[in-house]
């Protein structure tokens, strides 16, 4: 019996790890796909295009977080400083492996916007972004950090 428990907690904080990562993710997505989208049209450098794309990437995700915080009676001040415990490591470990990974692809970043090169690199970049957060989120929320700590707000 003990196996079977300790077999459903792990699954359970498998389960719970990847749900925090993809809502992780799909916030981090939002404004990295539109930082690299304005830096590409407007014709910034890679470094210019990287930084818009981080900063956006980083207030979508904590938006994204902070929005049901906010819809459950908690104040703007509460809502920030639950996502940045809840969202920083997160963000930053599919930040710096997304980044990486499009600097990596030959000209994945000087690729035009109506190219499949531009775009097929990016959903590769976040796509293996998610595969790194994934142990680090599952980490975190079994010590009752990272998502564990907004999880508590949305669901209590």
């Not at 030959?106 to 690729?111: G, N």
Request: charged content about 10%; aromatic content about 8%.
């Amino acid at each position: 019996m003990k196996e079977y428990e300790h077999n459903h907690k792990e699954q359970l904080l498998n389960s719970i790890a990847l749900m925090a990562t993809v809502h992780c993710l799909s916030g981090c997505a939002l404004g990295e796909i539109a930082g690299m989208v304005i830096g590409t049209a407007l014709g910034w450098s890679n470094a210019e295009t990287i930084a818009l794309a981080t900063v956006l990437a980083f207030l979508s995700g904590y938006l994204l977080t902070m929005l049901p915080i906010i819809r459950a009676g908690y104040g703007y001040r509460a809502a920030l400083r639950i996502a940045l415990v809840s969202d920083t490591a997160s963000i930053t470990i599919m930040e710096i492996a997304d980044n990486l990974i499009m600097l990596s692809i030959p000209e994945a970043m000087a690729a035009p916007l109506d190219s499949v090169v531009f775009w097929s690199s990016l959903v590769l970049a976040l796509i293996i972004a998610g595969i790194v957060a994934f142990p680090v989120n599952r980490w975190l929320i079994a010590r009752g950090r990272g998502h564990a700590v907004a999880h508590h707000y949305h669901c209590g």
